[in-house]
């Protein structure tokens, strides 16, 4: 039950003769306060139709609305505002979500189609850090959230297993590696060596011809780069699978750069059969002028492939394996022009479902104002963050309650979602600044939070021992608790926003809210009083906790009982 729609066929009745319902729907506002009612109609869109004063309009409508779903319909000037029936919306909204459970707020608009969503995709032989945590979180989310409105994600790891920096990496482990270094500590030593390179090829340009040479020999299948290559690739993964085990992450497929590395003469030959390739100063190029855009790069002088080409043979193999619906590349922002370049070539050899990939941007995630460079070294390892988030919630666990069961296990949860849901709650675009201690607190916006508002919610239902009866009548009409129902009543709406704009951080903005919401009611009235609508209250504690778990879940959290 929506009250946008129940308001705009209510006034849609009245004025079909000039308004269409659509029309209708988009004219109507929310009001900014609650004394102005829930849903406020403007009637300046029918002064021309009426040849009439708005304010003269909205007093007219008034007399002639059907008034049967609303406490009351207030003009103010042009305004209409309309005040919902408190307790035909709660006993409608507690019964379904009561039925529906965590499917509240499931769609079936996906049919079931497949949508490969590329995320995480860290560089083999360098540690994961802050700066891949976006990433993973972001298409981990979005992947929940488009089942939820009934697609079918297909989450693709989309290793960095491939390019020139392995060229690099057997230059440096050459000159300057050893077996028993990269044996003892792979992602330390590999990334020491990476850095490494980078610091004598500024002294000595020659380093970088090496590398390139090396890349080439990887490329055409030489069995001691190949063997280096396969060596790196196996130790960086077994690092990596510990940090997506403790945030619970996994993949469909770990198909990386590398496996596209036999499909890629495939990619060249279309270009060259629909006569899109030119030669420039012994490169190979696609002209995309017609779009405004700098030529795409597709082969250089020395016959090496680029990272368009995988992508593009990556893009045709999904859509053949996958038949996708729409594919989703969860990539920062800097990689903007080079999704615009792929799309935009994939369009000059006629495919048209190139329309359905999006290139899904995100901000940094800043340490002290400034952006984390592997390159320079400057990085903040993952794995260590979680570690000490985990450590700290178990610090403030402990304050709290020194004697609750599994408190390792509440810890583990509370500290990896805390870092999680600070990631989620922004805006994608926006970059923010990390401060671990900001991130796993129990008041203000943050997951631990939310997770504590559950906590409470799931105590009360327990010290009520409240039972559920889908067939009772759970009715409520007071103020307090219509501020808590309303975030409760627009949840399927709040899924479809954030599955149509690919932000999870509506899904944590609606957590936060509806949890501050809950702790406000229960702070200001006493849900436990035994009177006629003790139950009814404590239905709607119960809707709340399916919801915030259900919220939680669509971002990759769990929501402990007890804390």
Do not use: C
């Not at 016959?303 to 999904?318: F, K, Q, S, V």
Request: aromatic letters at 10%.
């Amino acid at each position: 039950m929506n009250n946008k729609n129940i308001v705009a066929k209510a006034i849609y009745d009245v004025v079909k003769e000039d308004l269409t319902l659509e029309q209708v729907t988009q004219f109507l506002e929310k009001p900014k306060t609650a004394a102005h009612g829930d849903v406020a109609f403007p009637a300046f869109g029918l002064a021309k139709a009426y040849r009439k004063a708005p304010q003269q309009i909205a007093q007219e409508l008034a007399e002639k609305i059907d008034g049967s779903h609303f406490e009351k319909i207030q003009v103010v000037g042009p305004y209409l505002n309309f005040f919902m029936d408190k307790g035909v919306v709660t006993q409608a909204v507690l019964a379904q979500v009561i039925k529906e459970k965590n499917h509240y707020g499931d769609q079936s608009i996906g049919n079931g189609q497949n949508v490969p969503i590329d995320m995480s995709s860290p560089n083999i032989a360098k540690p994961i850090s802050m700066g891949h945590l976006r990433s993973t979180v972001i298409g981990n989310s979005i992947a929940f959230i488009l089942e939820k409105i009934g697609y079918q994600p297909i989450r693709i790891n989309h290793l960095g297993d491939w390019g020139t920096q392995f060229g690099k990496l057997i230059v440096a482990y050459k000159k300057w590696g050893s077996e028993e270094a990269v044996k003892a500590e792979p992602i330390n030593e590999l990334l020491r060596l990476y850095v490494g390179f980078h610091e004598e090829a500024e002294k000595d340009a020659t380093l970088e011809d090496e590398a390139r040479a090396w890349f080439k020999k990887l490329e055409e299948g030489d069995e001691e780069a190949f063997h280096l290559w396969q060596w790196f690739r196996d130790e960086s993964m077994k690092e990596f699978n510990k940090i997506y085990d403790m945030l619970e992450v996994s993949f469909d497929s770990l198909n990386g750069e590398a496996f596209y590395n036999d499909k890629m003469d495939e990619v060249v030959e279309m270009l060259e059969e629909k006569h899109l390739l030119a030669s420039d100063q012994g490169a190979e190029i696609v002209d995309l002028s017609n779009y405004d855009l700098n030529p795409a790069l597709i082969r250089k002088s020395d016959g090496a492939t680029l990272y368009i080409t995988r992508d593009m043979a990556a893009a045709l193999y999904r859509k053949r394996e996958y038949n996708f619906a729409k594919s989703l590349y969860v990539v920062g922002n800097e990689q903007s022009y080079h999704f615009k370049q792929l799309k935009a070539v994939l369009k000059e050899m006629d495919f048209a479902w190139s329309d359905d990939m999006h290139h899904i941007p995100f901000g940094l995630i800043t340490k002290d104002g400034k952006k984390l460079s592997t390159r320079k070294g400057k990085i903040v390892l993952l794995e260590e963050v979680l570690n000490e988030a985990i450590a700290l919630a178990n610090e403030q666990i402990s304050a709290k309650n020194p004697t609750l069961e599994n408190k390792d296990e509440v810890a583990r949860q509370v500290g990896v979602g805390a870092v999680v849901f600070h990631d989620l709650k922004n805006d994608r675009l926006n970059s923010f600044d990390f401060t671990l201690e900001e991130v796993v607190r129990f008041e203000g916006e943050t997951g631990p939070y939310v997770q504590y508002a559950h906590a409470r919610a799931m105590s009360i239902l327990q010290k009520a021992e409240f039972s559920v009866d889908e067939a009772a009548t759970y009715q409520l009409n007071d103020e307090a608790s219509w501020e808590v129902m309303k975030y409760i009543q627009s949840y399927p709406e709040v899924v479809l926003q954030a599955a149509e704009k690919y932000e999870p951080s509506i899904i944590a903005k609606h957590a936060i809210k509806l949890a501050q919401a809950f702790n406000k009611y229960y702070a200001n009235t006493k849900i436990l009083v035994d009177d006629s609508e003790k139950e009814a209250r404590l239905a709607l504690v119960y809707a709340v906790t399916i919801l915030l778990k259900e919220d939680l879940r669509l971002l990759g959290l769990h929501t402990p009982d007890k804390m």
